[in-house]
Protein backbone atom coordinates (compact mmCIF):
# COMPACT_ATOMS: atom_id res chain seq x y z
CA UNK A 1 0.00 0.00 0.00
CA UNK A 2 1.24 3.44 -0.80
CA UNK A 3 0.14 6.57 1.13
CA UNK A 4 -2.39 8.83 0.24
CA UNK A 5 -0.11 11.18 -2.38
CA UNK A 6 -1.12 13.14 -5.64
CA UNK A 7 -0.20 16.26 -6.73
CA UNK A 8 -4.19 17.38 -6.57
CA UNK A 9 -4.73 20.50 -4.57
CA UNK A 10 -7.44 20.39 -2.11
CA UNK A 11 -9.97 23.06 -0.94
CA UNK A 12 -9.43 23.35 2.97
CA UNK A 13 -10.52 25.69 5.63
CA UNK A 14 -8.98 24.39 8.48
CA UNK A 15 -7.32 27.09 11.22
CA UNK A 16 -5.07 26.62 13.76
CA UNK A 17 -1.21 26.65 14.24
CA UNK A 18 1.08 24.33 13.53
CA UNK A 19 4.73 23.78 14.41
CA UNK A 20 8.16 23.43 13.19
CA UNK A 21 10.70 21.32 14.93
CA UNK A 22 13.83 19.98 14.99
CA UNK A 23 14.84 15.46 15.54
CA UNK A 24 18.28 14.89 15.99
CA UNK A 25 19.48 11.20 16.76
CA UNK A 26 23.05 9.56 16.95
CA UNK A 27 24.15 6.11 17.23
CA UNK A 28 27.32 4.50 18.43
CA UNK A 29 28.86 7.06 20.68
CA UNK A 30 29.77 6.97 24.19
CA UNK A 31 29.29 10.51 24.40
CA UNK A 32 25.66 9.86 22.86
CA UNK A 33 23.91 12.31 25.17
CA UNK A 34 26.49 15.29 25.06
CA UNK A 35 26.40 15.15 21.01
CA UNK A 36 22.53 15.06 20.80
CA UNK A 37 22.64 18.10 23.31
CA UNK A 38 25.04 19.86 20.91
CA UNK A 39 22.96 19.03 17.96
CA UNK A 40 19.81 20.63 19.52
CA UNK A 41 21.79 23.74 20.76
CA UNK A 42 22.50 24.11 16.25
CA UNK A 43 19.07 23.23 16.00
CA UNK A 44 17.78 25.86 18.62
CA UNK A 45 15.92 28.17 16.40
CA UNK A 46 13.07 25.65 14.76
CA UNK A 47 11.84 25.12 18.24
CA UNK A 48 12.66 26.58 21.56
CA UNK A 49 9.27 25.99 23.77
CA UNK A 50 10.51 22.86 24.47
CA UNK A 51 12.89 19.79 23.87
CA UNK A 52 13.67 16.69 24.82
CA UNK A 53 15.80 13.56 24.73
CA UNK A 54 15.82 9.72 24.92
CA UNK A 55 18.96 8.15 25.51
CA UNK A 56 19.47 3.80 25.39
CA UNK A 57 22.53 1.82 26.67
CA UNK A 58 21.66 -1.45 24.97
CA UNK A 59 19.93 -2.35 28.44
CA UNK A 60 17.85 0.72 29.39
CA UNK A 61 16.61 3.85 28.50
CA UNK A 62 16.73 7.06 29.87
CA UNK A 63 14.49 10.23 29.30
CA UNK A 64 14.49 14.08 29.90
CA UNK A 65 12.01 16.18 28.42
CA UNK A 66 11.49 19.47 29.52
CA UNK A 67 9.60 23.12 28.94
CA UNK A 68 11.91 25.73 27.73
CA UNK A 69 15.09 25.89 25.62
CA UNK A 70 18.05 23.41 25.20
CA UNK A 71 20.16 24.84 27.62
CA UNK A 72 17.98 25.13 30.00
CA UNK A 73 17.17 21.42 30.34
CA UNK A 74 20.29 19.69 29.28
CA UNK A 75 23.43 22.43 30.22
CA UNK A 76 26.82 21.01 30.37
CA UNK A 77 28.45 18.89 33.33
CA UNK A 78 24.44 19.22 34.97
CA UNK A 79 23.40 15.67 36.66
CA UNK A 80 20.46 15.81 33.98
CA UNK A 81 22.31 15.39 31.27
CA UNK A 82 25.37 13.03 32.56
CA UNK A 83 21.83 10.85 33.48
CA UNK A 84 21.27 10.20 30.25
CA UNK A 85 23.77 7.65 28.88
CA UNK A 86 24.14 4.96 26.13
CA UNK A 87 25.34 4.80 22.67
CA UNK A 88 22.62 5.53 21.17
CA UNK A 89 20.12 9.01 21.91
CA UNK A 90 17.31 10.87 19.94
CA UNK A 91 16.64 14.39 20.58
CA UNK A 92 13.42 16.81 19.76
CA UNK A 93 13.13 20.79 19.70
CA UNK A 94 9.51 21.49 19.98
CA UNK A 95 7.64 24.76 18.36
CA UNK A 96 4.28 26.13 19.07
CA UNK A 97 2.67 29.13 18.78
CA UNK A 98 -0.10 28.18 20.85
CA UNK A 99 0.58 29.28 23.93
CA UNK A 100 2.31 26.72 26.91
CA UNK A 101 3.76 23.77 26.05
CA UNK A 102 1.34 20.76 27.65
CA UNK A 103 4.44 18.34 29.31
CA UNK A 104 2.44 14.98 27.65
CA UNK A 105 3.07 17.09 24.24
CA UNK A 106 6.81 16.98 24.60
CA UNK A 107 9.05 14.44 22.33
CA UNK A 108 10.93 12.13 22.17
CA UNK A 109 8.12 9.64 23.16
CA UNK A 110 8.72 6.54 25.12
CA UNK A 111 6.62 4.23 24.80
CA UNK A 112 6.55 0.18 25.96
CA UNK A 113 5.33 -2.00 22.70
CA UNK A 114 4.94 -5.45 22.81
CA UNK A 115 8.36 -6.20 20.82
CA UNK A 116 9.43 -4.09 23.98
CA UNK A 117 10.45 -0.03 24.08
CA UNK A 118 9.74 2.22 21.10
CA UNK A 119 11.37 5.87 21.15
CA UNK A 120 9.91 8.01 18.32
CA UNK A 121 10.58 11.99 17.55
CA UNK A 122 9.25 14.00 14.49
CA UNK A 123 9.27 16.94 12.52
CA UNK A 124 6.51 17.84 10.54
CA UNK A 125 2.55 17.34 10.11
CA UNK A 126 0.44 14.58 9.69
CA UNK A 127 -2.76 15.69 7.56
CA UNK A 128 -4.97 12.52 8.16
CA UNK A 129 -4.06 12.77 12.12
CA UNK A 130 -7.16 13.56 13.03
CA UNK A 131 -9.07 10.52 11.06
CA UNK A 132 -6.33 8.41 12.51
CA UNK A 133 -6.84 9.43 16.16
CA UNK A 134 -10.64 9.53 15.70
CA UNK A 135 -10.49 5.52 14.65
CA UNK A 136 -7.49 4.30 17.08
CA UNK A 137 -9.52 6.06 19.87
CA UNK A 138 -12.96 4.30 18.86
CA UNK A 139 -11.41 0.88 18.27
CA UNK A 140 -9.56 0.87 21.68
CA UNK A 141 -6.70 3.02 21.27
CA UNK A 142 -5.86 5.12 24.79
CA UNK A 143 -4.08 8.56 23.54
CA UNK A 144 -1.28 10.56 26.65
CA UNK A 145 -0.89 13.37 24.06
CA UNK A 146 -2.58 15.97 21.93
CA UNK A 147 -0.02 15.23 18.62
CA UNK A 148 -0.24 13.68 15.48
CA UNK A 149 3.16 12.17 16.22
CA UNK A 150 1.39 9.24 18.47
CA UNK A 151 -0.66 8.02 16.14
CA UNK A 152 1.83 6.43 14.43
CA UNK A 153 3.19 4.67 17.75
CA UNK A 154 0.01 3.21 17.46
CA UNK A 155 -0.30 2.13 14.41
CA UNK A 156 2.83 0.75 15.00
CA UNK A 157 1.61 -1.18 18.12
CA UNK A 158 -1.35 -2.50 15.90
CA UNK A 159 0.93 -3.71 13.14
CA UNK A 160 0.46 -7.54 12.33
CA UNK A 161 4.40 -7.41 11.20
CA UNK A 162 6.81 -8.73 13.33
CA UNK A 163 10.08 -6.88 12.85
CA UNK A 164 9.56 -3.52 14.69
CA UNK A 165 10.98 -1.53 11.44
CA UNK A 166 8.32 -3.50 9.18
CA UNK A 167 5.87 -2.26 11.88
CA UNK A 168 6.88 1.22 11.60
CA UNK A 169 7.48 0.98 7.71
CA UNK A 170 3.18 -0.53 7.90
CA UNK A 171 2.18 2.59 10.00
CA UNK A 172 3.74 4.57 7.85
CA UNK A 173 1.67 3.27 4.95
CA UNK A 174 -1.29 5.06 6.38
CA UNK A 175 -0.43 8.16 7.71
CA UNK A 176 -0.40 11.23 5.07
CA UNK A 177 1.53 14.57 4.96
CA UNK A 178 5.03 15.56 6.23
CA UNK A 179 7.32 13.59 8.35
CA UNK A 180 10.82 13.58 9.26
CA UNK A 181 11.33 10.86 11.90
CA UNK A 182 13.87 9.38 14.38
CA UNK A 183 13.05 6.47 16.43
CA UNK A 184 15.07 3.74 18.06
CA UNK A 185 13.88 0.26 18.40
CA UNK A 186 15.50 -2.94 19.27
CA UNK A 187 18.80 -1.25 19.63
CA UNK A 188 18.79 0.63 16.31
CA UNK A 189 19.05 4.33 15.35
CA UNK A 190 16.09 4.60 12.36
CA UNK A 191 15.43 7.75 10.27
CA UNK A 192 12.54 7.92 7.73
CA UNK A 193 11.42 10.66 5.49
CA UNK A 194 8.58 11.30 3.84
CA UNK A 195 7.66 10.56 0.18
CA UNK A 196 7.67 13.97 -1.07
CA UNK A 197 10.91 14.77 1.08
CA UNK A 198 9.12 18.06 2.56
CA UNK A 199 10.99 18.54 5.61
CA UNK A 200 14.91 17.88 5.84
CA UNK A 201 16.60 15.35 7.09
CA UNK A 202 20.55 14.38 6.75
CA UNK A 203 23.18 11.78 7.93
CA UNK A 204 26.67 12.60 8.76
CA UNK A 205 29.10 11.02 10.83
CA UNK A 206 31.61 11.36 13.47
CA UNK A 207 34.10 8.86 13.99
CA UNK A 208 32.42 5.42 14.56
CA UNK A 209 28.74 6.89 14.81
CA UNK A 210 26.85 8.02 12.82
CA UNK A 211 23.85 10.88 13.02
CA UNK A 212 20.92 12.25 11.76
CA UNK A 213 19.42 15.36 12.02
CA UNK A 214 16.99 17.92 10.78
CA UNK A 215 20.38 20.29 9.21
CA UNK A 216 23.57 20.19 8.40
CA UNK A 217 24.36 22.87 11.09
CA UNK A 218 23.90 20.44 13.86
CA UNK A 219 26.32 18.26 12.18
CA UNK A 220 28.83 21.25 11.62
CA UNK A 221 28.69 22.02 16.20
CA UNK A 222 29.89 18.46 16.75
CA UNK A 223 32.35 18.73 13.96
CA UNK A 224 30.57 15.30 11.96
CA UNK A 225 30.90 15.26 8.31
CA UNK A 226 28.14 15.60 6.17
CA UNK A 227 27.15 12.35 4.38
CA UNK A 228 24.15 12.75 2.22
CA UNK A 229 20.18 14.25 2.18
CA UNK A 230 18.13 11.11 3.40
CA UNK A 231 16.05 10.50 0.79
CA UNK A 232 12.27 11.40 0.12
CA UNK A 233 10.16 7.55 1.05
CA UNK A 234 13.37 6.36 2.56
CA UNK A 235 14.16 4.44 5.77
CA UNK A 236 17.57 3.92 7.00
CA UNK A 237 18.33 1.47 9.93
CA UNK A 238 21.56 2.16 11.34
CA UNK A 239 23.00 -0.30 13.77
CA UNK A 240 26.10 -2.14 14.79
CA UNK A 241 25.79 -3.91 11.28
CA UNK A 242 26.16 -0.49 9.97
CA UNK A 243 23.70 1.46 7.84
CA UNK A 244 20.75 -0.26 5.59
CA UNK A 245 17.97 1.43 3.91
CA UNK A 246 14.64 0.20 2.64
CA UNK A 247 12.27 2.78 0.07
CA UNK A 248 8.94 2.88 1.22
CA UNK A 249 7.38 4.36 -1.53
CA UNK A 250 8.25 4.21 -5.43
CA UNK A 251 10.52 7.31 -6.25
CA UNK A 252 8.70 9.87 -7.13
CA UNK A 253 9.68 13.89 -7.69
CA UNK A 254 10.33 15.77 -4.25
CA UNK A 255 8.34 18.50 -3.23
CA UNK A 256 11.25 19.94 -0.44
CA UNK A 257 9.33 23.15 1.58
CA UNK A 258 10.50 26.21 -0.23
CA UNK A 259 10.33 27.95 2.73
CA UNK A 260 12.74 25.95 4.88
CA UNK A 261 15.41 27.93 2.05
CA UNK A 262 13.72 31.58 2.66
CA UNK A 263 13.52 31.76 6.18
CA UNK A 264 13.39 28.41 8.18
CA UNK A 265 16.61 26.67 8.44
CA UNK A 266 20.28 28.46 9.57
CA UNK A 267 21.99 30.07 7.02
CA UNK A 268 25.03 28.37 7.40
CA UNK A 269 22.69 25.16 6.87
CA UNK A 270 23.09 22.90 3.60
CA UNK A 271 19.88 21.21 2.65
CA UNK A 272 19.12 19.11 -0.50
CA UNK A 273 22.45 19.78 -2.01
CA UNK A 274 21.97 23.80 -1.87
CA UNK A 275 23.59 26.08 0.69
CA UNK A 276 20.69 28.03 2.57
CA UNK A 277 22.66 31.12 2.70
CA UNK A 278 23.65 31.45 -1.26
CA UNK A 279 19.44 30.49 -1.81
CA UNK A 280 18.96 33.77 0.54
CA UNK A 281 21.26 35.61 -1.66
CA UNK A 282 20.31 34.68 -4.84
CA UNK A 283 16.63 35.03 -3.97
CA UNK A 284 17.51 38.92 -3.28
CA UNK A 285 19.35 39.52 -6.32
CA UNK A 286 16.48 38.04 -8.18
CA UNK A 287 14.15 40.50 -6.01
CA UNK A 288 16.81 43.45 -6.92
CA UNK A 289 16.73 42.71 -10.65
CA UNK A 290 12.30 42.41 -10.33
CA UNK A 291 11.37 45.40 -7.96
CA UNK A 292 14.27 47.58 -8.31
CA UNK A 293 13.79 51.15 -7.17
CA UNK A 294 16.24 54.39 -6.34
CA UNK A 295 17.40 54.62 -2.92
CA UNK A 296 20.25 55.42 -0.64
CA UNK A 297 20.17 52.22 1.39
CA UNK A 298 19.46 48.81 1.71
CA UNK A 299 18.78 47.66 5.07
CA UNK A 300 17.75 44.60 6.36
CA UNK A 301 14.96 43.34 8.98
CA UNK A 302 17.78 41.42 10.87
CA UNK A 303 18.18 38.43 11.00
CA UNK A 304 16.14 37.00 8.88
CA UNK A 305 16.20 39.43 5.87
CA UNK A 306 19.97 39.85 6.19
CA UNK A 307 21.09 37.70 3.48
CA UNK A 308 18.59 38.42 0.90
CA UNK A 309 19.56 42.05 1.36
CA UNK A 310 22.87 41.83 0.58
CA UNK A 311 21.77 39.68 -2.40
CA UNK A 312 19.83 42.73 -2.91
CA UNK A 313 22.27 45.47 -2.52
CA UNK A 314 25.45 43.31 -4.88
CA UNK A 315 22.81 43.33 -7.57
CA UNK A 316 21.67 46.55 -7.53
CA UNK A 317 24.60 48.70 -6.36
CA UNK A 318 23.29 50.15 -3.49
CA UNK A 319 25.09 50.56 -0.45
CA UNK A 320 24.19 47.85 2.19
CA UNK A 321 23.83 48.97 6.09
CA UNK A 322 22.49 47.91 9.15
CA UNK A 323 19.88 50.73 9.76
CA UNK A 324 17.88 47.88 12.37
CA UNK A 325 19.66 46.48 15.16
CA UNK A 326 17.99 43.23 16.46
CA UNK A 327 17.93 42.66 20.41
CA UNK A 328 19.66 39.21 20.18
CA UNK A 329 18.41 37.67 23.42
CA UNK A 330 14.82 38.07 22.28
CA UNK A 331 13.27 34.92 20.77
CA UNK A 332 10.84 35.07 17.83
CA UNK A 333 8.38 37.14 18.28
CA UNK A 334 5.77 35.47 15.66
CA UNK A 335 5.43 32.50 18.56
CA UNK A 336 3.64 35.57 20.55
CA UNK A 337 0.09 33.77 20.91
CA UNK A 338 -1.51 37.07 21.18
CA UNK A 339 -1.45 40.48 19.04
CA UNK A 340 -0.66 42.71 21.81
CA UNK A 341 2.59 39.91 22.59
CA UNK A 342 3.58 40.04 19.28
CA UNK A 343 3.82 43.86 18.84
CA UNK A 344 5.18 44.41 22.01
CA UNK A 345 7.75 41.40 21.29
CA UNK A 346 8.40 43.08 17.88
CA UNK A 347 9.66 46.65 19.42
CA UNK A 348 11.73 44.72 21.73
CA UNK A 349 13.10 43.00 19.32
CA UNK A 350 14.25 45.61 16.68
CA UNK A 351 15.40 49.24 17.03
CA UNK A 352 16.70 52.12 14.38
CA UNK A 353 20.08 53.14 13.75
CA UNK A 354 19.40 56.70 12.92
CA UNK A 355 22.70 57.78 12.31
CA UNK A 356 22.25 55.39 8.89
CA UNK A 357 18.33 55.87 8.24
CA UNK A 358 17.81 59.64 9.18
CA UNK A 359 17.50 61.98 5.52
CA UNK A 360 17.73 59.26 3.64
CA UNK A 361 15.49 56.68 0.75
CA UNK A 362 15.72 53.34 2.19
CA UNK A 363 14.52 49.62 0.80
CA UNK A 364 13.77 47.60 3.71
CA UNK A 365 14.51 43.76 2.98
CA UNK A 366 12.28 41.19 4.93
CA UNK A 367 12.21 37.23 4.40
CA UNK A 368 8.01 37.12 4.65
CA UNK A 369 4.87 39.11 5.69
CA UNK A 370 2.46 36.67 7.12
CA UNK A 371 0.09 38.68 9.19
CA UNK A 372 2.32 42.27 8.48
CA UNK A 373 3.28 43.07 12.59
CA UNK A 374 6.55 42.92 11.73
CA UNK A 375 6.41 45.14 8.79
CA UNK A 376 4.39 47.77 10.02
CA UNK A 377 6.41 48.23 13.20
CA UNK A 378 9.55 48.46 11.43
CA UNK A 379 8.18 51.21 8.68
CA UNK A 380 7.20 53.14 11.57
CA UNK A 381 10.09 52.59 12.93
CA UNK A 382 12.19 53.68 10.28
CA UNK A 383 10.29 56.80 10.00
CA UNK A 384 10.52 58.04 13.46
CA UNK A 385 14.38 57.46 12.90
CA UNK A 386 13.96 60.15 10.00
CA UNK A 387 14.05 57.91 7.10
CA UNK A 388 12.51 60.07 3.87
CA UNK A 389 11.46 57.46 1.72
CA UNK A 390 10.62 53.48 3.01
CA UNK A 391 10.70 50.96 0.30
CA UNK A 392 9.84 47.58 1.37
CA UNK A 393 11.04 44.72 -0.60
CA UNK A 394 10.19 40.95 0.31
CA UNK A 395 12.68 37.91 -0.55
CA UNK A 396 9.44 35.85 -1.08
CA UNK A 397 6.20 35.85 -3.03
CA UNK A 398 2.70 37.08 -1.05
CA UNK A 399 1.73 34.35 1.76
CA UNK A 400 -1.93 33.81 0.86
CA UNK A 401 -2.11 30.41 2.46
CA UNK A 402 -1.61 28.24 5.35
CA UNK A 403 0.60 25.53 5.37
CA UNK A 404 -0.58 22.09 6.22
CA UNK A 405 3.08 20.59 6.82
CA UNK A 406 4.68 21.98 9.70
CA UNK A 407 5.69 25.23 9.13
CA UNK A 408 3.57 27.68 11.64
CA UNK A 409 1.32 30.12 9.37
CA UNK A 410 -2.12 31.33 10.89
CA UNK A 411 -5.57 31.19 8.96
CA UNK A 412 -6.19 32.15 6.01
CA UNK A 413 -8.26 34.87 6.90
CA UNK A 414 -4.97 36.28 9.70
CA UNK A 415 -2.62 36.05 6.66
CA UNK A 416 -2.40 39.89 5.45
CA UNK A 417 -1.82 38.81 1.43
CA UNK A 418 -4.72 36.84 1.36
CA UNK A 419 -6.89 39.56 2.92
CA UNK A 420 -5.48 42.80 0.25
CA UNK A 421 -4.04 43.34 -2.87
CA UNK A 422 -0.08 44.45 -2.46
CA UNK A 423 -0.85 48.17 -3.24
CA UNK A 424 -3.57 48.18 -0.18
CA UNK A 425 -0.67 46.11 2.07
CA UNK A 426 1.36 49.00 1.30
CA UNK A 427 -0.67 51.64 2.49
CA UNK A 428 -1.77 49.16 5.51
CA UNK A 429 2.20 48.82 7.06
CA UNK A 430 2.79 52.77 5.78
CA UNK A 431 5.61 51.97 3.41
CA UNK A 432 6.29 54.22 -0.36
CA UNK A 433 6.55 51.28 -2.19
CA UNK A 434 6.06 47.10 -1.26
CA UNK A 435 6.77 44.66 -3.61
CA UNK A 436 7.65 40.86 -3.56
CA UNK A 437 9.61 38.41 -5.95
CA UNK A 438 7.45 36.43 -7.73
CA UNK A 439 6.97 32.86 -7.67
CA UNK A 440 8.34 32.28 -10.98
CA UNK A 441 11.19 34.54 -9.76
CA UNK A 442 12.12 32.77 -6.57
CA UNK A 443 12.14 29.23 -8.65
CA UNK A 444 14.75 31.19 -11.13
CA UNK A 445 16.95 31.87 -7.87
CA UNK A 446 17.07 28.24 -6.94
CA UNK A 447 18.74 27.60 -9.51
CA UNK A 448 15.76 26.21 -12.12
CA UNK A 449 14.25 27.45 -14.93
CA UNK A 450 10.91 27.70 -14.11
CA UNK A 451 8.32 26.55 -11.88
CA UNK A 452 7.14 23.36 -13.44
CA UNK A 453 3.56 23.66 -13.88
CA UNK A 454 3.01 19.45 -13.23
CA UNK A 455 5.63 18.75 -11.29
CA UNK A 456 6.70 21.80 -9.01
CA UNK A 457 10.12 21.01 -7.94
CA UNK A 458 9.57 22.76 -4.22
CA UNK A 459 6.49 22.51 -2.03
CA UNK A 460 5.00 26.01 -2.48
CA UNK A 461 1.54 26.13 -1.12
CA UNK A 462 1.87 29.11 0.98
CA UNK A 463 2.06 31.25 -2.22
CA UNK A 464 0.60 28.94 -4.36
CA UNK A 465 -2.14 27.34 -2.77
CA UNK A 466 -1.09 23.92 -4.59
CA UNK A 467 -0.80 21.34 -2.06
CA UNK A 468 1.48 18.42 -2.94
CA UNK A 469 -0.43 16.37 -0.24
CA UNK A 470 -3.98 15.27 -1.75
CA UNK A 471 -5.75 14.27 2.15
CA UNK A 472 -7.30 17.50 3.71
CA UNK A 473 -5.44 18.69 7.13
CA UNK A 474 -6.72 17.82 10.42
CA UNK A 475 -5.94 20.53 12.84
CA UNK A 476 -8.24 19.97 15.36
CA UNK A 477 -6.36 16.49 16.35
CA UNK A 478 -4.19 18.65 17.96
CA UNK A 479 -0.31 19.82 17.72
CA UNK A 480 2.22 18.69 14.90
CA UNK A 481 5.70 18.67 15.87
P1 LIG B 1 4.40 39.04 10.47
O1 LIG B 1 5.01 40.00 11.44
O2 LIG B 1 3.21 38.33 11.05
O3 LIG B 1 4.11 39.62 9.13
O4 LIG B 1 5.47 37.90 10.25
C1 LIG B 1 6.55 38.09 9.39
C2 LIG B 1 7.83 37.99 10.15
O5 LIG B 1 7.88 36.76 10.88
C3 LIG B 1 8.98 37.98 9.17
O6 LIG B 1 9.90 38.95 9.61
C4 LIG B 1 9.57 36.60 9.26
O7 LIG B 1 10.95 36.67 9.46
C5 LIG B 1 8.89 35.93 10.43
N1 LIG B 1 8.22 34.67 10.03
C6 LIG B 1 7.65 34.36 8.87
N2 LIG B 1 7.09 33.13 8.91
C7 LIG B 1 7.33 32.66 10.13
C8 LIG B 1 7.02 31.44 10.79
N3 LIG B 1 6.35 30.48 10.17
N4 LIG B 1 7.43 31.30 12.07
C9 LIG B 1 8.10 32.27 12.68
N5 LIG B 1 8.42 33.44 12.11
C10 LIG B 1 8.05 33.63 10.86
Known sequence: MTPDITTQPFESDADGFQEECAVFGIFGSKEAHILTALGLHALQHRGQEATGMVTYNGDEFNVLRGVGQVGENFSSGSSALESLKGHIAIGHNRYSTTGLSEVRNIQPFLTELAFGPFA?????????????????????????????????????????????????????????????????????????RDPLGIRPLVMGTIGDATILASETCALDII?????????????????????????????????????????????????????????????????????GVEADLVVPVPDSGVPAAIGYAEASGIPFELGIIRNQYIGRTFIQPTEAGRTSGVMLKHNANSEIVAGRDVI???????????????????????????????????????????????????????????????????????????????????????????????????????????TAPSHSSGDSA
Open 120 to 192: LAHNGNLTNAEKLRNSLIATGSLFQSTTDTEAIIHLVARSHQSAPKDRLAEALMQVSGAYALVAVVEGCLIGV
Open 364 to 470: LVDDSIVRGTTSKKIVAMMRAAGAKKVHMRIASPPTTNPCFYGVDTPDKDKLMAALMSVEDMAEAIGADSLAFISIDGLYRAMGEANRSSDTPQFCDACFTGDYPVK
Open 223 to 291: GADYVRDIDPGEMVIISKDGVSSVRLTEAQPSRFCIFEYIYFARPDSRLEGRSVYSARKSIGKELAAET
